[in-house]
């Protein structure tokens, strides 16, 4: 039998708390080696895209897929999750919060092992999408955030952000007219995007600073210049291979010779402990966020057991063959 859940359901079940668990898991997974992740692959469809990306973790018996389909007629994402032994499709999960909440949980992961411990952190936002309301609260989750500030072009989305934000997460955040006053006094900087040209510049970043870099995973978007990139001590992000054909903050640092790829680490080598990462206060660290089918598996799995758990779903008739039975 295979579960289905809406859209409705899945909200029902996951929390940022259960993607923060489940993503820092499947890093530490992919740092020792135990979890199998395809870069994502596109057909294109005149003004728009089919796109697949699929990973496999033997160690937890699922591998899986998320796909989606994105053009002028908007975007619809879905999950689906396989036994790896031949059980059959386990569960198809409609995915669109589900992609907003564990790239968000991405951040915050990256930002427990990057960021610089301190106690009260201000957090500054470039972007006020609604994938920006995950970065924030997933950063929330992993640091005590003492105060934040958001800065997109329009007045009215950044003022709708700073005060949407405040209520939920109960911290004052301010709506900023320019991204250096956005930046002023940062500790973590989230910049979500979906801008051409670069908006965080190598020039305006201060030392110690931790960097989420999340909205630019298609080679002709880019959000950092080549500049910031060189700033950063510690260069992450959640599959190198992945980001050689559509990370352009850092393919353009890596034509321009200003990096090297050896340079990149995965994340999950910091999460797992394979590599320091930051080694003193004063480095400047990157996260460059692509969304990973593993993210999905693995949030995508806990969301099915606690919707069987609970009743919650659409079963339907189907399965995998016995062995032997063709």
């Not at 006020?128 to 929330?140: D, F, I, K, N, W």
């Not at 040209?197 to 989420?212: A, K, R």
Request: proline content about 2%; charged content about 20%.
């Amino acid at each position: 039998m295979t579960l289905y859940l809406t859209e409705a359901e899945v909200g029902e079940i996951l929390t940022m708390d259960l993607a923060l668990d489940a993503v820092e898991d499947v890093f530490g997974a992919w740092g020792r080696g135990e979890v199998i992740n395809h870069s994502r692959s596109r057909i294109a469809l005149g003004r728009g895209s089919y796109n697949l990306m699929s990973a496999g973790w033997p160690e937890k018996g699922i591998v899986g897929s998320k796909s989606y389909v994105g053009g002028s007629g908007g975007i619809s994402f879905q999950v689906l999750i396989y036994g790896a032994s031949g059980e059959g499709l386990l569960g198809i999960l409609d995915a669109n919060l589900m992609g907003q909440i564990r790239t968000g949980a991405a951040s915050g992961i990256a930002t427990r092992h990057m960021a610089r411990p301190n106690e009260n952190s201000k957090v500054a936002v470039i972007g006020s999408g609604y994938q920006a309301r995950t970065q924030l609260e997933a950063v929330a989750g992993v640091r005590d955030i003492e105060t934040a500030s958001v800065y997109s072009r329009t007045a009215e989305n950044r003022d709708g952000y700073a005060k949407v934000m405040t209520e939920k997460l109960e911290i004052p955040i301010t709506a900023a007219s320019s991204v250096d006053e956005c930046l002023e006094g940062a500790d973590i900087i989230i910049v979500i995007t979906n801008t051409r040209e670069p908006v965080l510049l190598g020039d305006s970043i201060g030392e110690g600073v931790h960097i989420n870099a999340a909205g630019a995973n298609g080679w002709q978007r880019r959000e950092l210049d080549t500049r910031a990139v060189v700033k950063s001590d510690v260069i992450a992000t959640d599959d190198v291979d992945q980001a050689k054909i559509e990370c352009a903050d850092l393919m353009a640092a890596a034509d321009s010779g200003r990096i090297r790829w050896e340079q990149v680490l995965n994340l999950g080598e910091i999460v797992a402990g394979t590599n320091p990462g930051r080694t003193n206060a004063s480095q400047v660290t990157l996260f460059e966020s692509q969304g990973v089918a593993m993210e999905d598996i693995s949030v995508g799995k806990r969301v099915l057991d606690i919707a069987l758990e609970r009743g919650i779903g659409t079963q339907l008739l189907g399965g995998g063959m016995e062995a032997g039975s063709l």
